[in-house]
């Protein structure tokens, strides 16, 4: 499989990092050198085979439900580029 | 007194028990170091004050007999592990002057051990990359060079400021850690040892992730025992790790030394490949033999999908980094780049932030996650993982204690040789190496000898789950037999 430059575009966006149109060409060509390193998979018989989930057998640990932390407002907002009180300044999101 | 940063970490902690040098002496020697060898570009960040501090705090604990196993030895830590009040960036741009207010766990732990911060160090971009070419702080030097050569050549990476680092005897060991070869290709590249232990034995709480699955810290060490003694206090079980496991951390210095008569040493035959380098086929079998001639029984195995890693991991472990790096969005912390509306806002900051090889990474997993694709791609690469580590099961079912592997197909590289037209070409740098991350196992580098043009070349072991120590007396044999490499300084 291979990306056209329409893909690259909708990849870029979808990954929310800006592309140029004068980066697409060279991004295309990347991607579909690694996508055809990978193409080799392909190749492998995986019937019947279990995806991983977990790479060292054990039994997902769970937390007590119970507050543990916080009242770190000053710090949670510490190395935010804008903010105003505890809060974090963005965009207008909605008109 | 004798050049005490050319002390292995075992040989301070002695003089500084016996009272022939203070902790004050050990860091302001390493300091000074530093200074000397800022060519090298490894430190990206130096924090001589609270080193001082940290080495009087060690020196009086020392005086009052109530020191920990690691008081008043200087280390350089990763500029991944978020360190309390001290700039912490994974050398990328996006996380700009990025002061956490939290100490990583594995880092408060080598504090409560007493050991002391000199500064945090270069790596490769979010740890993506096999040269700490990526880092927003710029390429690292390694300390060694080819004979008669100036060129400056690549450390590995992407742990390439804490090999270079060790190697130049900048501190008496560092962090590090390991997606796909992270602590064990730059060992090699500058013959230090550089052990990932099993995934789960430390925990990955305030480490900078990339693919969390496959994600281990560990040491960069001056030998063995140094590495050993490192993971004892690095190592451990955090609840705040879902994924850390709750076993005892053993006494691993206890391994060195001890006999590894009758051990079963696998030799994989698929890490033979085509075009590997005649002096690479020639180290690994005189680690062969140095393991023999001390008792071990050698025997082929097989390990049929290891081909199959390395692609297997490039749809992973960039999937993994997608979702990872989406918390980089330019409103809570770090770099933000002026927009018109939100979208824009994330767009910008991430197209500005993000370096080259990053945004390529995000974008294949990206795109491998996306609708239509996540089967044929990433499910398929979750299934060959599976076979992976089965392979392995498979051959320690069969009563193999530990498997010996070159470490990386080649010697280190001059800065801008690879990589350039193919990012494949780069990648295959951890093609020893990243089977051991799929399959969750440990494994260990030990420099091993020379190539022609006197660079160091290195061997892996790779153990059982949580049998770090097996790895850790094997790795002893190599060491003794090989010796230990220093460069001649130039910088």
């Known amino acids: 499989m291979s990306v056209d430059a329409a893909t690259v575009r909708r990849i870029a966006h979808l990954a929310r990092i800006a592309v140029s149109e004068d980066e697409v060409p060279h991004l295309q060509g990347e991607l579909n050198a690694m996508l055809a390193f990978v193409e080799q998979l392909s190749e492998v018989n995986v019937e019947g085979v279990e995806p991983m989930t977990s790479v060292t057998p054990m039994q997902m640990k769970k937390r007590q439900d119970v507050v543990n932390d916080g009242e770190i407002a000053d710090d949670i907002v510490a190395n935010a580029p804008a903010t105003e009180g505890h809060f974090f300044l963005v965009p207008k999101v909605v008109e | ?491």
């Open chain 2, 1 to 491: 007194m004798t050049d005490l940063t050319s002390l292995t970490l075992a040989e301070a902690r002695k003089g500084l028990a016996d009272k022939t040098f203070t902790s004050l002496e050990l860091t302001d020697a390493h300091l000074t170091a530093i200074e000397a060898a800022r060519v090298l570009n490894a430190f990206v960040m130096e924090t001589p004050d609270q080193a001082r501090a940290m080495a009087r705090e060690a020196d009086s604990r020392i005086a009052k007999g109530d020191a920990g196993p690691l008081a008043g030895i200087p280390l350089g830590i990763k500029d991944l592990f978020a360190t309390r009040g001290v700039r912490t960036t994974a050398c990328s741009k996006i996380l700009g002057n990025f002061v956490p207010t939290y100490e990583s766990t594995v880092t408060s732990q080598l504090w409560r051990d007493g050991a002391v911060m000199l500064g945090k160090l270069n790596n490769d971009e979010f740890a993506m990359g096999s040269s700490n070419e990526t880092s927003c702080f710029g390429p690292v030097g390694n300390p060694w060079r080819r004979d008669g050569s100036n060129t400056t050549l690549v450390p590995g990476g992407s742990s390439g400021g804490s090999a270079s680092a060790v190697a130049a005897l900048l501190c008496m060991g560092a962090t590090a850690t390991d997606t796909g070869g992270s602590i064990r290709q730059p060992a090699a590249f500058t013959a230090t040892v550089g052990i990932k232990p099993t995934y789960g034995r430390c925990s990955r709480w305030g480490i900078v992730a990339f693919a969390s699955s496959l994600d281990q810290a560990g040491p960069i060490a001056r030998s063995v025992r140094d590495a050993a003694m490192l993971l004892r206090s690095m190592a451990g079980h955090d609840p705040k790790d879902t994924t850390s496991v709750d076993i005892p951390v053993p006494d691993y210095e206890a391994a060195i030394g001890k006999s590894v008569k009758g051990m079963k040493i696998g030799i994989p035959r698929e890490y033979r490949l085509d075009g590997m380098p005649a002096e690479i086929e020639k180290l690994w079998q005189a680690g062969a033999d140095w393991l023999k001639s001390a008792g071990a029984e050698l025997v082929e195995v097989s390990l049929p999908h290891t081909k199959y890693a390395l692609p297997a991991y490039y749809i992973v472990a960039p999937a993994e980094a997608s979702s990872n790096l989406a918390r980089y969005d330019g409103v809570r912390y770090g770099l933000r780049e002026p927009a018109k509306n939100i979208i824009e806002l994330y767009e910008n900051t991430r197209a500005e932030g993000f370096g080259a090889e990053v945004k390529r990474r995000v974008m294949i997993g990206t795109y491998v996650l996306s609708a239509g694709y996540y089967d044929a791609y990433y499910l398929r690469a979750q299934k060959v993982r599976t076979l992976i580590k089965k392979d392995f099961e498979d051959c320690f079912a069969k009563g193999v204690d530990a498997i010996l592997t070159p470490a990386t197909p080649s010697a280190a590289f001059g800065i801008g040789e690879k990589g350039g037209a193919d990012p494949v070409e780069m990648y295959l740098n951890d093609i020893f190496t990243v089977t051991v991350n799929m399959a969750g196992l440990p494994g260990i580098a030990v420099p091993a000898g020379k190539d022609a043009q006197g660079l160091p070349l290195g061997l892996q072991l790779i153990g059982r789950p949580f049998d770090e120590e097996t790895l850790f007396s094997l790795g002893e044999v190599i060491e003794q037999a090989a010796g230990r490499f220093t460069p001649a300084r130039w910088w």
